[in-house]
């Protein structure tokens, strides 16, 4: 590599300063039919760009000139003026092309909405014009979209369709582009052998187009496949194939893309091969400086960011770290001159790694700041409404989880190299509001809601109101985990003698016997667990007044009931109440309103829908109703659409629905049991949601027959994240469910001891948690400990 080095430097004397756009499917090329390549950006660049009217075939040339050199959002300005002018001149035909392409545009800008109406409006005039051919190729975009959005039904419906429609119109260049798109698809399900049919079945159509660059794609594509299915030998073949094709095509965008995916396969297979290494990296390399040439013929400047980024990368993988830090640097000045946010935050990061590596924490931290900001303007301008759906992605949620889980890791190492006379406190500061971002993209990734927290704004901070609440960070890194509490605002940490496996290990061990209620072989478990996460703070509790503990769980610590933590002599719940959040600025910080309180109870008996019937039920609505009054809806009055109806006609400030729900991994797989259906969190959130733009929100939801599968803390996420969700400031609620007759007792000494004026919700729950256990058959944690308090606990 270091004669790669030289080359590198050489080229780069020569090269411009470009910038370029993100590519998150790797090794996917996903055809267009303007002959570029739709690599699914995470971006949301903006286009509300003024474009000066001009007859609609000169806007389609300024689009296609602007689509040439990399400049997504004017390209996409100008074809959406172009179909206004062809749709004013009724000329259906160039606006069906117009709308098309703007759809395209807007793909590589990642405002996929915004591009599924374009396609979907462009596929209505295929219709009319009775074209198959345009029907095809509009179907085939239209599931490219979905591809992007993570809708893989919907996606291989177009394709398949759009696909059979291309056959009988015997449109070989479509037909290329949707087997090609429908490898992409089967590559994102892992479906490798799927994948890899559907690539040469397309790179002999492409062939029979005569259109190289779409052959070349299939080709790269098939490499890829090939590579994560483990059939290696054939790849440099494919790879070298693509290349000859490649050779063949004008520059474009696309051909410095399929060049750029082309390299990056290369680099791959370095660790595969690594006798070839030093052959493989040259091949890379060289790849790499093709790309970059054919961004300067097209004075591409995002394109050439991503080339100088990715090669960057390469250095960084050898360890070569100046050259890294030389390329890096390029490709981030590229991404500024372009205004591609979605492409500098990836140098920042990238920047972030090599100081790290290097043991510059301060310089990392500095460019992992960077990063941090960039993905901030990034959500800003989904806020605007410009890129509503991309940047709500998976996609987008992990990346920005990952940049904030690193940072922390980076300013807790610093704190820990603490100089004389150093105030590491606004370190352990930013730490603890860095992991309060990470949280929220927890909660938005698990419920698939982007706007979780849109009515979320907390001016004051929560563990200053309530100063004698002790709040405890679980953090686990890759190597360590540590704890950053919070004494009446007062931040400290704690490195633990425990890695994140152990812990995992205890923490799954101890919620399975603590289930287990004839035996008291969860007990050792509980100990440990209190040796390594309470007893650490011990002195510290111990020295001031502390009114309860509030966790902020992580990992699978979010699965387990701490106030069974045991010390030796006593449960932890019988020295403090406990609460739990999700994110501390989520947490709407208001003691519970005596006055006026209105209840909606809900609840289900009978067995319905194969789920056993609860038959304390009936008394524990009756119970509660006599505390606090207000409506029940039992059996068949509990259905989706009378609980929609009752929030909608009341402002009550509890709903306690009693019934089984399940919280999995995946909130697709939540839902609550109504008598008629199963509640989706979705729905719920819908109904009850609407407390949360009421001047009063919600005080409190209670489920008091809810479960979360043992050893999954996703499942365990979403029952933390419930009152978030539901727009509820608290919510009471299981971890798994309880026999019936104990929700009865607990769950109705709650309520009675939340009656009392100077009682709050958390004191309320360790009342009756120690009332419960107080009685022999109930002493056993698994009665009593699977009721959390979750988010508010004044």
Not at 168 to 187: F, I, Q
Not at 670 to 677: K, Q, V
Request: hydrophobic share 40%.
């Amino acid at each position: 590599m270091k004669m790669l080095s030289k080359i590198i430097r050489q080229q780069m004397r020569s090269a411009l300063f470009c910038p370029l756009a993100t590519i998150p499917y790797r090794h996917a090329l996903l055809s267009l039919f303007i002959g570029l390549t739709l690599l699914g950006t995470t971006a949301c660049v903006t286009s509300n760009r003024t474009v000066v009217q001009a007859p609609g075939p000169e806007l389609m040339e300024q689009g296609a000139t602007a689509f040439r050199q990399g400049r997504f959002g004017d390209a996409g300005a100008s074809f959406t003026a172009a179909n206004q002018w062809f749709k004013q001149h009724q000329d259906a035909e160039k606006q069906y092309e117009a709308l098309i392409s703007a759809g395209q545009a807007n793909c590589f800008t990642g405002m996929y909405r915004q591009a599924l109406k374009n396609m979907e409006a462009a596929l209505k005039l295929a219709g009319t014009l009775q074209d198959k051919g345009k029907t095809a190729k509009a179907l085939s975009a239209i599931g490219n979209i979905y591809l992007a959005l993570g809708d893989m039904p919907l996606s291989l419906q177009n394709l398949t369709d759009g696909l059979a429609l291309a056959r009988e119109a015997n449109a070989s260049r479509v037909v290329a582009v949707s087997l090609n798109n429908l490898g992409n698809l089967y590559l994102a399900q892992k479906k490798y052998d799927l994948a890899i049919t559907n690539y040469r079945e397309a790179e002999l159509a492409g062939t029979q187009a005569g259109n190289n660059l779409l052959t070349a794609q299939a080709l790269i594509n098939w490499a890829a496949a090939a590579w994560r299915a483990g059939y290696s030998d054939q790849i440099k073949q494919l790879l070298e194939r693509a290349e000859q094709h490649l050779n063949n095509c004008e520059d474009s965008t696309a051909k410095a893309y399929a060049l750029i995916n082309t390299a990056l396969i290369y680099a791959d297979l370095r660790t595969r091969f690594p006798k070839q290494a030093q052959e493989l990296s040259l091949a890379a390399v060289n790849t790499y400086n093709r790309a970059l040439a054919v961004t300067r013929s097209l004075n591409d400047q995002r394109t050439a960011s991503y080339v100088y980024g990715n090669l960057a990368k390469l250095y960084e993988n050898e360890e070569q770290y100046r050259e890294a830090l030389e390329l890096t640097r390029q490709a981030a000045f590229s991404a500024q001159r372009s205004n591609a946010p979605e492409a500098l935050y990836q140098w920042n990061w990238q920047n972030g790694r090599i100081f790290a590596k290097q043991g510059q924490l301060d310089a990392a931290i500095r460019s992992y700041r960077l990063a941090i900001l960039d993905l901030k303007s990034i959500r800003n301008e989904i806020s605007s409404g410009y890129a509503a759906v991309p940047c709500s992605s998976s996609a987008y949620r992990t990346t920005a989880k990952k940049i904030s889980s690193e940072l922390v890791d980076l300013l807790l190492q610093r704190a820990s190299r603490k100089q004389p006379d150093e105030d590491i406190e606004p370190l352990l500061i930013e730490a603890r509001d860095t992991l309060e971002i990470l949280k929220v993209y927890e909660l938005r990734e698990y419920f698939k809601d982007d706007c979780l927290d849109v009515a979320r704004n907390v001016e004051k901070k929560i563990d200053v109101i309530s100063k004698r609440a002790v709040i405890i960070y679980p953090v686990l890194l890759p190597d360590r985990v540590e704890l950053l509490v919070s004494f009446a605002g007062k931040l400290k940490r704690y490195t633990l003698p425990v890695g994140v496996d152990e812990l995992s290990q205890e923490a799954l061990i101890f919620r399975k016997t603590l289930m287990k209620r004839t035996s008291w072989e969860f007990l050792p478990h509980a100990q440990k667990l209190y040796d390594w996460l309470i007893r650490p703070l011990e002195n510290d509790l111990q020295a001031i007044p502390v009114d309860t503990l509030v966790f902020v769980p992580d990992g699978p610590l979010r699965s387990i009931p701490m106030s069974a933590l045991h010390d030796g002599k006593q449960f932890l719940i019988n020295r403090y109440p406990v609460a739990i959040t999700p994110s501390l600025i989520l947490t709407d910080p208001q003691p519970v309103k005596h006055d006026g309180t209105r209840l909606l109870a809900l609840g289900i008996t009978e067995p319905v829908q194969g789920f056993p019937g609860l038959p304390y039920v009936a008394d524990e609505l009756k119970a509660i109703r006599e505390i606090y009054g207000g409506e029940t809806l039992l059996n068949d009055q509990f259905s989706g659409s009378s609980l929609a109806e009752s929030l909608k006609k009341e402002p009550y400030s509890i709903v306690h629905i009693a019934s089984h729900g399940h919280f999995g991994n995946d909130v697709d797989n939540t839902f609550l049991l109504a008598f008629d259906e199963k509640l989706t969190m979705k729905r719920v959130g819908q109904y009850v949601g609407l407390y949360r733009f009421r001047e009063e929100p919600l005080d409190l939801i209670t489920l008091s027959a809810c479960e979360t599968a043992v050893g999954d803390d996703r499942a365990a996420l979403g029952l933390a994240g419930v009152a978030v969700r539901a727009g509820a400031r608290s919510a009471l609620a299981t971890l798994w469910h309880v026999n019936d007759p104990v929700s009865y007792e607990l769950v109705v000494e709650f309520y009675r001891q939340l009656s009392s004026p100077e009682c709050s919700r958390a004191v309320a729950l360790q009342r009756a948690q120690i009332k419960l256990m107080k009685q022999e058959q109930y002493e056993h944690p698994g009665y009593w400990a699977p009721f959390l308090l979750i988010n508010n606990w004044l």
